[in-house]
Nanobody
């Protein structure tokens, strides 16, 4: 099984910055290939929404609400994706989840989700 582990969430004041990371790993000796990756966020009582996506060739797509403030990137050698969040606003407060479409030697192509990391923007 492939695991996605997020880190980097926390409490920040409005206008501040945070950098989220999402690292993929699998059992020793297994093989996996990461295709597209993305960040999503969810607040209580609302549906999970797209924040940004990045393909294996690093083409990116952003929600209108974060364009110009957030930057998605990936390091294929480290199997890790990042989300640099600048100019944070209180409305960015949410649990942020990473998602990846991965080919895994034991089971083929599947979508995987991380456990989520809380981002709180408040004074």
């Amino acid at each position: 099984q492939v695991q996605l582990v997020e880190s980097g969430g926390g409490l920040v004041q409005p206008g501040g910055s945070l950098r989220l990371s999402c690292a993929a790993s699998a059992a020793s000796g297994s093989r996996f290939i990461i295709h597209s990756m993305g960040w999503y966020r969810q607040t209580p009582g609302k549906q999970r929404e797209l924040v940004a996506t990045i393909t294996s060739t690093r083409s990116t797509n952003y929600a209108d609400s974060v364009k110009g403030r957030f930057t998605i990137s990936r390091d294929n050698a480290k199997n890790t994706m990042y989300l640099q969040m600048d100019g944070l606003k209180p409305e960015d407060t949410a649990v942020y989840y990473c998602n990846a479409n991965i080919w895994y030697s034991a089971s083929g192509n599947s979508d995987y989700w991380g456990q989520g990391t809380q981002v709180t923007v408040s004074t």
